[in-house]
């Protein structure tokens, strides 16, 4: 929870695009965030085997384990299209850059939103695998 406030402070208070700090922000985004998404995966799988929360045992890991597997492949997925950019010569997208988005071919950022679409889809059926589970119960 700490670093998503953390984040959110960090959103608010980052430099201007060309500013020479934006480098150190970038990098501090990718740390905070990744930290904060690996700790959120570990407290799942954790807070579903505690006893107070009586879920079915056999689906309960089937279906975090899917949820990781889904999530894992978006962002490979990511990074694929990252290196192929980089290796066309035409990346925007490295994690120094400043602007990041703005300078991206419209072709190569609709496969971006493509992903976050389907992962966006994947991840409400996983909600609601979620839902129904703890509601069964």
Do not use: Y
Request: hydrophobic content about 50%.
């Amino acid at each position: 929870m700490v670093l998503s406030l953390i984040q959110l402070i960090m959103g608010a208070l980052r430099p201007a695009p060309d500013s020479p700090r934006r480098i150190i922000f970038n990098w501090m985004h990718l740390v905070t965030g990744t930290a904060g998404q690996v700790l959120a995966v570990a407290c799942v799988f954790l807070g579903v085997s505690q006893q107070a929360l009586l879920l079915p045992s056999p689906s309960s890991p089937a279906v975090l384990a899917a949820w990781l597997l889904w999530t894992l492949l978006a962002h490979l997925l990511l990074h694929i299209h990252s290196c192929t950019l980089r290796r066309e010569g035409s990346d925007r997208e490295h994690i120094c850059s400043a602007q990041s988005w703005r300078q991206q071919p419209e072709e190569k950022s609709n496969i971006k939103k493509i992903v976050f679409v389907v992962f966006l889809l994947g991840n409400t059926a996983f909600l609601v695998a979620f839902i129904t589970t703890i509601a069964s119960v």
